[in-house]
C-alpha cells in the first residue's frame, strides 16, 4: 500500500513540487494551503506523514504541530524559508521529526520522508520479531513501536524512537553524534549537531516527565551514553 502524505503550504509552487516529487516516489499526496485545513484533513485521512510549512499565515506550523501532539503521533517534516537555528530547535521541541530549509532539493525531501516512513513503521521482519528491549525500568518493544518507563506509556516520535532503541542495543556504550543519528536517519543525510541535541533533549523530557531523571547521560567531548534509568 502506498503511503499517504499531505503537504501543508501556503504557496501552491512548492505544494505542487513536493507533491509531484512524492507521486513520483510512489506515495500518494493531499495538498493543503493552511494551517486549519491540514488540521481538518488530519482528523479526516490520518496521513502517515505530514509536511508542514513553518510559515503559513494565520495558522503557523508549529501551532498546527503543537494543536497535532495532543491527539496524534503522526511523523512530521517541517518546512521553513529560514534558516534559523531557533525555529528548527522548537520544530523539533514541538515533536517533528525532521526540517528542510527553503530552498530544497526534491531528491532530499523525498530522502528525508522515506527515512522517517522507515522508522515510524517496522519493518516486516521487525514487526514479526517480538522480542523487546529493557534497560532498568525502561522497556521498547519494536514490533509494537510502543515504550514506556516503570509501566508508565512514552509517546515517541519515530525518530526518537529509534535513537532510544540504539541506545538499549548498546546499553554499555558511548555513542557520538554520528552514531546516534544512524541510529535513526538512513543514507548520506546530514544532520546538524544541534538537531541531534534536540531530539535528545525532547527524549529525556519525555523520560523526566514519567520519573526517569537519568535516561541519557552526557559524556563531555565524546557523545552520550544510556543512563542507570532506574
Known amino acids: ?135 532498568g525500568k525502561l522497556t521498547l518493544a519494536p514490533a509494537s513501536h510502543a515504550a514506556s518507563f516503570d509501566g508508565k506509556p512514552l509517546a515517541l516520535t519515530g525518530i526518537e524512537f529509534s535513537i532510544l532503541k540504539g541506545f538499549l542495543a548498546r546499553p554499555a556504550h558511548v555513542l557520538d553524534r554520528d552514531a546516534v543519528m544512524a541510529n535513526a536517519y538512513a543514507g548520506k543525510i546530514h544532520v546538524a549537531d544541534r538537531t541531534v541535541d534536540s531530539h535528545i533533549r525532547n527524549i529525556r523530557a519525555k523520560l523526566a516527565a514519567v520519573g526517569c531523571l537519568d535516561a541519557i547521560e552526557t559524556v563531555h567531548g565524546v557523545g552520550f551514553r544510556l543512563g542507570r534509568c532506574g
Open 1 to 135: 500500500m502506498p503511503h499517504h502524505i499531505l503537504v501543508a503550504d501556503d504557496d501552491p509552487h512548492i505544494r505542487e513540487v513536493i507533491c509531484f516529487a512524492l507521486e513520483k516516489a510512489g506515495m500518494k499526496t493531499l495538498g493543503v494551503a493552511d494551517g486549519a485545513a491540514a488540521l481538518q484533513e488530519i482528523g479526516r485521512r490520518a496521513p502517515d506523514l505530514v509536511v508542514l510549512d513553518i510559515g503559513m499565515p494565520e495558522m503557523d506550523g508549529l501551532e498546527v504541530c503543537r494543536r497535532l501532539r495532543h491527539t496524534s503521533d503522526v511523523p512530521v517534516l517541517f518546512l521553513s524559508a529560514r534558516d534559523e537555528e531557533i525555529d528548527r530547535i522548537l520544530g523539533l521541541e514541538m515533536g517533528g521529526d525532521d526540517y528542510v530549509t527553503k530552498p530544497f532539493s526534491p531528491r532530499e525531501l523525498v530522502a528525508r520522508v522515506n527515512v522517517i516512513l522507515r522508522r515510524a513503521r517496522p519493518a516486516a521482519a521487525e514487526a514479526a520479531d517480538d522480542r523487546q528491549f529493557s534497560h
